[in-house]
Every structure is written in structure tokens, then in C-alpha cells.
């Protein structure tokens, strides 16, 4: 095995990882966005109904599938709690900080978790607002810092099959059919 | 955080299933029995000191170096050096071996699936003393090629370090074939070989294995204690002590014996070859039972390691579940009481999964979804029932609300 840490998850990390809320695909969803992915053992995909409500952009509903650790499911399942009602615009001020605080903290190894889902949030709101083909001005055109770390975790596995950074042992090809050994 | 709030949350399962016996487990209550006078009624006493007490502790570590020679077939072959753990035997032998050969320096061939502490051991002694290391490919299902080995060996060759059984999926090397071809090529290339996870479940003979020269035990893969490590050394075998102090009983290892741990691992190597053969033939059909019931209810599950089980060690099961992430399918089958571990990233330090899966080329997503269980003949027909019944449930509500699905 790897080297090991130990994750004392919160009682609300596995409250929420037993029975998340809003788990599953929407239909008639608005926006679809998703960070991270398989290779990297981490993936959230965030699905949002906008509505209009007195001229503003209100999330109506959030959904999300996550392929991930307790703690990632954990942090969807919050994030999606905690948009939904809100204007697309208070939605957008919601950091990766904010989620680990809603679970209770997070074990900093899996600050990540947060980051990602944040980040899933935040290429959802862009992403509806490419769609509506209008940036509203309280939305910066430079990267936050989870859409960043997003990113970073993504191209980190392109560099893991790429050899660099870690030192991973490649199995030779065989010369011989089975060879095990015997 | 509050631990005790995170297991009052968890809650105590209905039935409970430890398979996790690669990261260690229970200790059986006769072993544990066996453990209780040496600390306070008997053998307290320190094993080098000439009173009754010390004796009385003396005899506990011989006797347990006696009974290891007797089920390893080891007599006059050389010395056993209790350390405290796995770890610290593989310390010894790889960093032991180079200190003792620091002028000479040379390779160090390790192969690709070895534990890190055998690993780690060989990349300080590259950065402390100018060895080199290389590590020996493996093909698919773990396997060394013994013609792989013999290209790689050459004069300059000091140490061959390649494990019996491994660890994570149980592909039993054929060490004798192995350590064979390194001699042949360079007879004074040493080779150690952990064999952890290879006692008490397949059979070691030191005389036959004559060009072994280092051999790493654990106590606690055998439901032993932690904390007692053994490593066989070969009689004449240049080796010096990586810790320095006090020296007791031990020549190669410093500090105070541990007798109590070393009584209860005397114990369960008592038990573990006490009816040999039938605990494997047990563990063997509880092990097949299990991944037989799995892969019967689950679709999309890769085995790996050796597919032809009877090169595998009878204890070792490691399933990869596609679309779903190991840590998150440890957790859940907690709360069911099925206790397991994975070779996910999420479960390491460092991000990066199993080195022993991407040796054997699975990819990162494949490697992510992979668990661990070990059968012991502790395990019930019921223990492997419940989990086969829990495995489908378990993986079912994850790949429900997979971002990963096909």
C-alpha cells in the first residue's frame, strides 16, 4: 500500500456520505459541469436548474454525481445544499473554505474535495452564462482559485502517465505468452 | 474533530468482518493469554542480565528462535534477529547489508512490487551511499521473469531483493528458481527475500532455499502481536546493525527485547503450524468462496493478480470495482461491519495509487476502485456469506451515484 494517513472524518462527512442529498442526474438541468476525473480517483459533476425570480438568476435545483472518496461525495452533497435558493451571484461567492466549514473541516489532504466541488460550481455559473451569451459584472474573467487547483489536479494525472514527477516502475513487454515464473 | 463523534456516527454493524488482514488485526485471546504473565509475573526481567527474571525472558527468545528454525527447516543455517516489525527487518536487511558493503557500493536490484520498506531502505542507501538501484519489471500478474532477472544481474550486483509472496496481490514468486539465476551469474550477490506475507500460508524451507540469504518475517501477518519482526540471516553473511545502542541478545539489533510481544508471537507461530495444511486448505476455500460469490453479483469487477489462483497465495483477494473510488467503497462497507482497505489514491498521503497496481499496468482509474481482503482460517463460511451478501449492495449505491459510469 501506499503510505498511509489517517482520515478522522467528521460525523457530518459520514453523515452525508451515507445519505447524501441531491445525489443523481437531472433531466431538465440548465447547466451541466464537471471537475476532475476518473484517472485522478476524483470527480464531481454538478447539474443546476436556473430560474429568473425579480430580474435575478436564482438556482431553483442542484443535483451531482461524484466518482470519489467519502469525502468527496460528502462535499458535493453540501454544496449542492447550500446553492440552492441562492442568486447565481451569492452562489459564485461560495469558497472551497466555506464547504470544508459547512462539513464540519475536512482533513487537509482532502482539502481537495472542496476545491473540486467548488470548482464544478463555479465552471457551472461560467458555463450558464456562455450559454445566455452575457458575463454579468460581478464575474471576473480570471480564474478563482479553485477553478485553478481544479485544473492543476487535472493536468497533475497527464504528468503521472507522462513518468514525470513520480518514479512509476514500467512493466518491460514480455517476450515470452504467460511466463509466470514458473 | 472529534474521533469518538465519528465512530458514535459510524454506529456497531449488525455482523462484523474484518478482512483487513494485510494492514494488520485481531490477535486470537490464546495468544493474547500468552502475553499477559510476561508482563508482570514472568520474564519481566531484561533477557542479558544474569538473574531468574532475565533468564525467564532469555528462554522466551530462544524458544522462539528454536521453533522458527524448526518450521523454516533452518537448523545451524544461521541467525534469527528479532526486531519489531516487518519494516524494520526489511531495514535491516537492505540498509544493513549496505552499510556492511558501503566501500563496495554496486546495484541493488528490487523488484517493482516489493513493500516500500524495502523500497525506501533501497533508495536512502542510493542517496547515502552511491548504490544504484534498479527495479526488476513484473509482468501483469506480478510475476518476476527469471530471464528478465539474469540481464539484469551482473558483477557489479550486490543485493537482490524480490519477496516471496506480495503483499497486495498475492502472486507467490518462485524464489527458489529465482535466487538460482543470481547466483549463478554472481555468486557474491547477496538476496533477501520478504517473506511476510508467504509464512504460514505457503511452505519455506530454508536448506532448500540454500541460496537464500536474508529472509523478513511479521508477526502480525500471522495474528501475532505487533511489534516483533524477524530476519533470517545467512551464517557468514556480511551485515552491520542500522540502529545503534545498547546491544542485548541481539547482535544485529539495539535496545531491550520485547519478550511479551515475542511470547505471542512464539504462540501464533505455534498455531499457524499446528495443522499447516489444513489452515490453508481452509483459508483457500474460504478465499475462493468469496471472490467466487463476488464476481457472481458484481459486474465489472477485475481481478488482480495472478487469475490462476493456485500461483497465488490461499489468503489473497484484490478485486478492482469499476466506477466507483476505493476509499469511498472502504467506508461504505463499513457501516455494513465488512472491514477492507484499498490501493486508492484517496486512502495515501501522497495522492498517488498503489505502486504495486501500476507495476502490474493497471491504470489510475482501475487501480482507484481496488480492495483488499485477506481470508484467515479465523474467517466463517457466514463472515464470507455476509460479504458477499453486502459486496453488491455496497457497490451498487456508489456506482448509483457515479460520475464515472460506463
Known sequence: MSTRIPLPYTPKVLELFRSPKNAGPMEDADVVESAGSPACGDMIRL???????????????ATFESYGCAANIAAASILTELVVGKSMREAWRISWKDVADELGGLPPIKYHCSILAVGALKRAVRSYYGKVGRRPDWLPEDLTIEERQTLEEEKMIERLYSGQGFRIAIALPRSGSSGQGA | MSVGELLRVHGKPPREVYFDLENSGYVPREVVEEMIPYFNSVGYGHPSITHKPGWEAYEVVHETKELLSRVLNAGGLGE?????????ANNLAVLGHALANRERRGKILVSAVEHLSVIHPAELAERLFGFRVLRVPVDGEGFVDPEVLRELVDRDTSLVSIQMVNHEIGTIQ??????????????????HTDAADAFGRVPIDLRELEHVDMLTISSHKIHGPRGVGVLFVREGLRLEPVLRGQLSSERLWPGVENVPLIAGFRKAVELAFDGFEWHVSKTRELRDAL????LERVADVLINGPSD???????NANLSFLYVEGEALTVELSLHGVYVSSGSACTSRILEPSHVLL????????????????TSRYHTVEDVEYAVEVFPKAVARLRSISAARA
Not at chain 1, 429568473?52 to 436564482?58: A, I, L, M, P, Q
Not at chain 2, 507495476?359 to 485477506?374: C, P
Open chain 1, 47 to 61: 447539474y443546476l436548474k436556473v430560474s429568473e425570480r425579480d430580474g435575478e438568476e436564482v438556482i431553483e435545483r
Open chain 2, 80 to 88: 534469527f534477529a528479532i526486531v519489531h516489525s516487518g519494516t524494520e
Open chain 2, 174 to 191: 518462485m524464489i527458489s528458481e529465482l535466487s538460482r539465476i543470481v547466483k549463478e551469474v554472481n555468486p557474491s550477490t547477496v538476496f
Open chain 2, 291 to 294: 471472490v467466487r460469490g463476488i
Open chain 2, 309 to 315: 489462483f493456485s500461483k497465488r497465495a490461499p489468503d
Open chain 2, 359 to 374: 507495476a502490474i499496468g493497471r491504470r489510475h482509474e482501475e487501480a482507484h476502485g481496488s480492495i483488499l481482503l485477506k
